[in-house]
T-cell receptor, first 110, second 113 residues
Framework: EDQVTQSPEALRLQEGESSSLNCSYT??????LFWYRQDPGKGPEFLFTLYSAGEEKEKERLKATLTKKESFLHITAPKPEDSATYLCAVQANTGNQFYFGTGTSLTVIP | ETGVTQTPRHLVMGMTNKKSLKCEQHLGHNAMYWYKQSAKKPLELMFVYSLEERVENNSVPSRFSPECPNSSHLFLHLHTLQPEDSALYLC????????????FGNGTRLTVT
């Protein structure tokens, strides 16, 4: 069964304190792994797509990496405006469905 | 207007009402989705319309009825809902079969009283 698990459920960081969010997945043939950011009262905003193990993508203070079993979202020197819920999703080679994790709620304290 | 637009943003309805949620995408995508988002749960796929084919999650109650008149518009018709249906309903679109991510609207916050 295709499944996505994110950890931790919640994370509080001081401004400037780097950390990583984890997304573990099981899927019968990975088409793509997707990271989203969701602010309160809004829909998820697309951040990155990763397609194969070893791939990395960067955007400002965020860097996403992928292995055969998990993905990490590294946040370097976070700022308060990085506070949001970060969602991970995978898409299998078969079908058009996306499977989401429950997200990590990140709070960055000034 | 760009992206994915959902209306209304907020909806309060009684259990005997009938209402509809509307979604429009301006991205030229060929697949549209309805997701339900509840606290502490993963996004739950309700319906997909892809290349004129409809796929549905068999666990979705019949009180939810989707309609997709064309590739840019998607509706979710609601009738005789239950309080546990209160949630954020998200519409998304993608380019099916092209390793394309989902692009979401800002959702409709539904409260059933």
């Amino acid at each position: 069964e295709d499944q996505v698990t994110q950890s931790p459920e919640a994370l509080r960081l001081q401004e400037g304190e780097s950390s990583s969010l984890n997304c573990s997945y099981t899927v019968s043939g990975l088409r793509g792994l997707f990271w989203y950011r969701q602010d309160p009262g809004k829909g998820p905003e697309f951040l990155f797509t990763l397609y194969s193990a070893g791939e990395e993508k960067e955007k400002e203070r965020l860097k996403a990496t992928l292995t055969k079993k998990e993905s990490f979202l590294h946040i370097t020197a976070p700022k308060p405006e990085d506070s949001a819920t970060y969602l991970c999703a995978v898409q299998a080679n078969t079908g058009n469905q996306f499977y989401f994790g429950t997200g990590t709620s990140l709070t960055v304290i000034p | 207007e760009t992206g994915v637009t959902q209306t209304p943003r907020h909806l309060v309805m009684g259990m005997t009402n009938k209402k509809s949620l509307k979604c429009e995408q301006h991205l030229g995508h060929n697949a549209m989705y309805w997701y339900k988002q509840s606290a502490k749960k993963p996004l739950e796929l309700m319906f997909v319309y892809s290349l004129e084919e409809r796929v549905e999650n068999n666990s979705v109650p019949s009180r939810f009825s989707p309609e997709c008149p064309n590739s840019s518009h998607l509706f979710l018709h609601l009738h005789t809902l239950q309080p546990e249906d209160s949630a954020l309903y998200l519409c998304a679109s993608s380019q099916a079969h092209y390793n394309s991510p989902l692009h979401f609207g800002n959702g409709t916050r539904l409260t059933v009283t």
